[in-house]
């Protein structure tokens, strides 16, 4: 019997929108803003991947969101979060916070910092229903999760000490050492996202690089496999 390995389609960084405000630099991965490329517009609940790099004493100032579930993922630097939910938070490299926006919510983040850069990821994935009560979570790294390759983050029941999402989603972070792997399973009916923060890194035999992300709508098994450099990546299972 032939076993066939489940096909991708890979996204290149290079090809990802891109907008230079001065004190932002950011990178789409699915249109965004005045980014809109009509064959990149998500993937099943997943809406947005934004790559963000902010300068010293720079950021978003208060402004409104509904009805999207919006997660940030610290990767250098100090975020400083603040939202109508009287949430004031500074998240560091490794943090997340996962707000539901719900039926609506207003919230600025900022780089707290006068001298260091604050770099990270902004993703926002759409609500199971829409008009929901707002709300706002964290997930911090631990001992357990800290000695694991891949560590659930977010997922819709909060399992493992995740920060829960409106949606049927889980995400892993991924970090594995030179030559490392880790597998995952791909049920019926879901579909597969991987967004390479640091590479170079095999999905199966799919060769990815930073900023690079891969998906897959075929169930089956994956291997993520780090070459001769540290990986870190983020997996999204999705329904």
């Known amino acids: 019997m032939t076993i066939t390995s489940p096909s991708i389609t890979v996204r290149q960084a290079k090809d990802r929108g891109h907008a230079q405000h001065g004190w932002l630099d950011s990178h789409h991965t699915f249109s965004f803003g005045h980014y809109v490329d009509p064959e990149h517009m998500g993937f099943r609940s997943l809406r947005v ?37 009287g949430n004031a938070r500074e998240l560091k490299p490794g943090q997340i916070q996962l707000m539901s926006a719900g039926s609506g919510v207003t919230h600025s983040e900022f780089n707290p910092s006068k001298s260091e850069p604050l770099h990270f990821l902004q993703i926002w994935i759409e609500p199971r229903e829409k008009g929901l009560e707002p709300n706002y979570t964290e997930w911090h790294s631990n001992k357990e999760s800290d000695s694991i390759s891949k560590a659930l983050v977010i997922s819709a029941d909060g399992r493992d000490h995740s920060a829960k999402i409106q949606q049927d989603a889980g995400v892993y972070r991924i970090r594995l050492e030179p030559g490392g792997s880790v597998s995952h399973t791909l049920a019926e009916g879901r579909g597969l996202w991987l967004q390479v923060i640091n590479g170079p890194v095999r999905l199966n035999e799919t060769a990815l690089f930073s900023g690079d992300g891969a998906s897959s709508e075929e169930a089956g098994d994956f291997t993520v496999t780090a070459q001769d450099e540290k990986v870190e990546a983020l997996l999204f299972d999705l329904r």
């Open 49 to 85: 991947i934004n790559q963000d790099r902010v300068v010293p004493g720079a950021g978003f100032p208060k402004h409104p969101h509904r009805d999207m579930e919006i997660f940030s993922y610290v990767l250098e630097g100090s975020l400083s979060h603040e939202d109508s939910m």
